[in-house]
């Protein structure tokens, strides 16, 4: 069993540039978190909010806008399945 994201083919990738453009027009917010996400990928939304100090709500706002810049990805925690853990799709 692959431990790989679900649709995560590498030509499904973006590339470097393209990543940054993308983020380049995102709120501080979305930046901060898809810098976390660099660093400690995959984290769940409440190891997002501890590891960015930022609020829960933002977040969760935060995700919303990688998710619909397709940024970031999600998936099931292993260790808790009622929990996502999010992680960069670069």
């Known amino acids: ?3 790989s994201p679900v649709g995560s ?5 973006l590339t470097e540039t393209e990543y940054r453009d993308r983020l380049r027009e995102l709120p501080p ?6 810098k976390v996400l660099e660093g ?7 190891g997002l909010a501890e590891e960015s ?3 829960d709500r933002t977040v969760r706002y935060a995700l919303n806008r ?3 810049e397709e ?7 292993f260790k808790d399945a009622r929990k996502q853990v999010y992680f960069l799709t670069v």
């Open 1 to 3: 069993m692959s431990t």
């Open 9 to 13: 083919a590498d030509q499904d990738r």
């Open 29 to 34: 917010s979305a930046k901060l978190v898809a």
């Open 40 to 46: 400690d990928a995959p984290l769940s939304q409440g």
């Open 53 to 55: 100090l930022l609020p």
């Open 66 to 68: 990688l998710e619909d």
């Open 71 to 77: 940024l970031v990805d999600s998936r099931y925690s």
